[in-house]
C-alpha cells in the first residue's frame, strides 16, 4: 500500500509561483512514473505533468508547458511541482499520483493506482 500526501497550495495573485510537494510512503516509490492532475470546481480531472522513475524524463499538459517543471528526490520519496506565472485558470485542486501502469497514457488518470486527497491552488487578485 502507499499513501500521498500533498502540501503546498494556497491562495496566490496571478503572476505569482507556488511549489507543490508529494510525499510518498512505500519503498517502491523509485519504481514508478508519477504525476500530477487537477481538477477544478465542475469540470474532470485533467493531466498536467508525469516524470519517470529517474526523473529523466518529463511531459506537461500542452496548458501548462513553460511554466511548470516537475521533478522528483527518491531518496526523500517526494515529486514536487514548481508553478511559474500562475493564471486565474490554473486554480483547481491538485492531486499526486503514482504508480502508471506503462500500458496506458499517462495522460489518463486511470493508468495511475495510487492517489493522494489533493491540495487546492487559488489563483486570484
Known amino acids: 500500500q502507499v499513501q500521498l500526501v500533498e502540501s503546498g497550495g494556497g491562495l496566490v495573485q496571478p503572476g505569482g509561483s507556488l511549489r507543490l510537494s508529494c510525499a510518498a510512503s512505500g519503498r517502491t516509490f523509485s519504481r514508478y512514473d508519477m504525476g500530477w492532475f487537477r481538477q477544478a470546481p465542475g469540470k474532470e480531472r485533467e493531466f498536467v505533468a508525469t516524470?519517470?522513475?529517474?526523473?529523466?524524463?518529463?511531459y506537461y499538459a500542452d496548458s501548462v508547458k513553460g511554466r511548470f517543471t516537475i521533478s522528483r528526490d527518491n531518496a526523500k520519496n517526494t515529486v514536487y511541482l514548481q508553478m511559474n506565472s500562475l493564471k486565474p485558470e490554473d486554480t483547481a485542486l491538485y492531486y499526486c499520483a503514482s504508480h502508471r501502469n506503462p500500458v496506458d497514457s499517462y495522460t489518463s488518470p486511470k493508468a495511475y493506482r495510487y492517489w493522494g486527497l489533493g491540495t487546492q491552488v487559488t489563483v486570484s487578485s
Open positions: 516524470i519517470n522513475w529517474s526523473g529523466g524524463s518529463t
